[in-house]
């Protein structure tokens, strides 16, 4: 329930970035709209640490009601059908908001879900399915949204929607915001009938041990010198990746992409990136102290795909192919090397800094992901003519991660407790 409730907050998110030439058409969305349409979701993230108190004093069950409740009313408020445009794209944009909201839930309690629920040797696994199912309903949204709504320039794979006049695209837009809709609201009722807290037993040593007060661990967490390079190393790569896939359609067009090639662009990077993250936390599980060691090798592949994409899209400076071959294969190996990473870095925050909680920890670190991502969307909705920046962000963002994880030196304090005091 929990990784479905991941899926469909992924999926409302980027509902409008991999269509935002139709949107434009049939909503009258700008530039800037579309910015801040994917804007909201680290917006969304300002009330962050009240998310991460409810999780810390009252449980999984209330904090994901509440998630869970925001998002139901978010996609409603997207399907109230106004007619007046105006008024239409501002009830978009505060569903878009409500929805934002969820973030810190779905985003951060992945490693206190597995910490509570699963043994020491099923925890990566657990907290790499539940953290990046949120990515795959991202990916989800390149794939629907194409497929579904026509693009105005006829690129469309369905011969059915070759008819792409406006009321068509606004008709087709707005099936895709009510099965959203359905899908949310359908979730939200099995999570009311059944979503424990806990489990009868605590699966492990760990799950069962006293973990610092709220306070004691902010203060803990800002004095960790070790903790705060990780983070850095997490939040600016992920930050700047987040944005940049938000905005893909409109970063690729200018290279004549098509809607639909962006959006199979994004849809496997994604979903590459989940299968890669799964199987490596699968291997962390199996051979225990290798979390460095797999974040190295994987900011390093991040940092050549990156470079392999900005100086592709640079071809009237450096002379390099620019096909879709070369596109596909540098965006799709940089987010499956980027977005594996994520389960990774959750589990070895949650080593360093034990026994703060995983939902505080996460939460800090998402945060700032959060900031760095809405930062540079912030300046996008200013200079979104030319791109050229945006995608010089990527392997400048890799690259310093990679520098600050070759510093780290890590340390594992939760997987001591579970292996050396429970025997």
């Not at 944009?93 to 992945?110: E, I």
């Not at 192919?321 to 940089?334: N, R």
């Not at 589990?347 to 939902?359: I, M, N, Q, R, S």
Request: proline share 5%; charged share 10%.
């Amino acid at each position: 329930l929990f990784s479905l409730l991941g899926f469909a907050q992924g999926l409302v998110w980027n509902s409008w970035g991999p269509i935002q030439n139709s949107a434009r058409l049939a909503f009258g969305f700008s530039g800037w709209d579309i910015a801040l349409l994917v804007f909201w979701g680290p917006i969304g993230f300002a009330p962050c640490f009240f998310f991460m108190w409810l999780m810390d004093k009252k449980g999984l069950r209330v904090t994901v009601l509440l998630t869970s409740s925001l998002m139901v009313l978010g996609a409603g408020l997207r399907c109230v059908p106004v007619s007046d445009l105006e008024i239409r794209k501002k009830l978009i944009h505060g569903g878009q908001l409500l929805n934002g909201l969820a973030g810190p839930t779905v985003m951060n309690a992945a490693p206190f879900l597995s910490t509570t629920w699963f043994s020491p040797d099923e925890r990566a696994t657990a907290t790499a399915i539940a953290s990046l199912l949120n990515y795959l309903g991202a990916a989800g949204a390149f794939l629907v949204g194409p497929l579904v709504v026509p693009s105005p320039n006829g690129t469309s794979h369905l011969s059915l929607l070759s008819q792409s006049n406006t009321e068509h695209i606004k008709d087709r837009i707005e099936a895709v915001l009510y099965a959203e809709f359905g899908m949310v609201s359908l979730i939200f009722s099995a999570a009311l009938a059944y979503f424990p807290s806990r489990p009868p037993f605590p699966p492990s040593v760990a799950a069962a041990s006293q973990r610092l007060s709220y306070r004691r661990s902010f203060c803990r967490l800002l004095s960790n010198f070790r903790f705060l390079m990780i983070a850095l190393a997490y939040a600016i790569p992920l930050g700047v990746f987040s944005g940049w896939s938000g905005v893909l359609d409109l970063i690729l067009t200018p290279v004549h992409v098509s809607q639909v090639d962006a959006g199979w662009i994004g849809f496997w990077s994604i979903v590459g990136g989940c299968v890669v993250g799964i199987a490596m936390a699968r291997f962390a599980d199996f051979i225990r102290g290798m979390l460095k060691f797999i974040l190295l090798l994987l900011l390093s592949g991040a940092t050549l795909a990156s470079t392999w994409f900005t100086l592709t899209c640079l071809t009237s400076v450096t002379h390099l192919p620019l096909t879709t071959a070369t596109l596909y294969t540098s965006c799709i190996l940089l987010g499956i090397f980027l977005n594996s990473s994520v389960p990774i870095f959750f589990e070895l925050f949650v080593e360093t800094v034990y026994p703060v909680p995983e939902g505080i920890t996460c939460g800090v670190v998402t945060f700032l992901s959060n900031v760095f991502m809405g930062v540079l969307l912030f300046f996008l909705t200013f200079y979104h003519t030319e791109f050229s920046w945006f995608n010089w962000c990527l392997p400048g963002s890799c690259l310093l991660s990679l520098l600050l994880i070759l510093c780290f030196r890590e340390s594992y304090d939760r997987l001591y407790l579970d292996v050396v005091v429970s025997v």
